[in-house]
């Protein structure tokens, strides 16, 4: 019996793509919850699979194994309307705040959207009055922000509409995909602190994806680490980081010059080289990680 119980959960989950003559195992045996007012950071470097994770989450990937669970009900119905109905509480933002806005249309146009479909219940001013509100909870003045278009607005401003729109449709859980990593250093840190922000004040579940571990620990309670579509290593994000079990956890760790580091400070990025260096040793150390067994996993366990 868990007070919190999770509002999404993967059970088993596998997911494996058919390249020609080749196959790639984008997610092998995945089983974790998604619990309101808590996130849980994914941390791994390129290819280990958390996309095709936030896919499969956000039922744009339909799992070959395992199962999908929405308050503990597995999630079957792949019509459109099943769809509208679960992405209504699922949402995701995404790596460019560009990208996913339309550069036609205003930031007011971009709320109102939203509203329009899953808000029907509001009308005339009441839609008005929504919007200015979201903007406000990101932060935004919406006399000076609505009118404008995505052009106008910088990276920092751009991803905080994307969350407002998550906002709008009144998402439980929000999919995080790299959120800061096209932004300015400078306003990484104000787009994190919102995320945390809602997260305490919404009860919203984040799941935070990253290749940079040294962020997970300034927005995640807790922490899994990924590689060859497996997890490695998760727990809670202090005692993974300060104690890592597993090899591939401290070598990516050991790229870091120091995990104590702000994120927001340049040294707290990865070395490339290092991370070349971490890559190979991985191989090494786990050549058969894609079939391996539970002897190559490690879970820390609640004090
Ligand atoms: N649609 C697809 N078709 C074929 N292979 C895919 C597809 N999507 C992902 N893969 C493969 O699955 C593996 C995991 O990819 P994925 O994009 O999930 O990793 P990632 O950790 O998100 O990487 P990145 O940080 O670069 O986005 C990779 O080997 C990738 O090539």
């Not at 959207?113 to 009441?126: I, N, Q, T, V």
Request: aromatic share 6%.
């Amino acid at each position: 019996m868990t007070a919190n119980p999770a509002i999404v959960s993967l059970q088993n989950i596998g997911k494996t793509f058919h390249l020609g003559a080749h196959t790639v195992r984008g997610a092998h045996d995945l089983s974790f919850d998604l619990h309101s007012g808590r996130t849980l950071a994914l941390v791994g470097e390129s290819g280990s699979g958390k996309t095709t994770c936030a896919r499969i989450i956000m039922r744009e990937y339909i799992a070959d194994e395992g199962q999908l669970l929405f308050h503990g009900t597995p999630v079957t119905d792949n019509t459109p309307k099943g769809l509208k109905q679960y992405r209504k509480n699922v949402q995701m933002i995404f790596q460019d705040p560009f990208a996913s806005l339309n550069p036609a249309h205003t930031v007011d146009y971009h709320l109102r959207r939203p509203l329009a479909l899953y808000r029907r219940d509001l009308k005339g001013k009441a839609v008005t009055d929504e919007i200015h509100a979201l903007l406000r909870q990101v932060e935004l003045d919406p006399e000076l922000v609505a009118p404008k278009h995505p052009h106008d607005l910088s990276g920092g401003q751009r991803q905080r509409i994307n969350i407002a729109r998550t906002l709008a449709v009144g998402a439980k859980v929000i999919i995080a995909d790299e959120p800061t990593s096209m932004l300015d250093v400078s306003v990484r840190q104000g787009v994190l602190e919102l995320l945390n922000r809602m997260k305490r004040d919404l009860g919203l579940a984040l799941l935070y994806i990253t290749h940079d571990v040294a962020t997970a620990h300034y927005v995640a309670e807790d922490i899994m680490v990924m590689y060859g579509g497996q997890i490695l290593e998760w727990g809670d994000v202090n005692a993974v980081l300060s104690n890592p079990q597993h090899d591939y956890t401290r070598m990516l760790l050991s790229a870091v010059p120091n995990p104590e580091i702000r994120f927001d400070d340049p040294q707290s990025r990865l070395d490339p080289t290092a991370v070349n260096a971490v890559r190979e040793q991985a191989k090494q150390l786990h050549p058969h990680v894609k079939t391996a067994g539970p002897n190559h996993f490690y879970r820390h366990t609640a004090a």
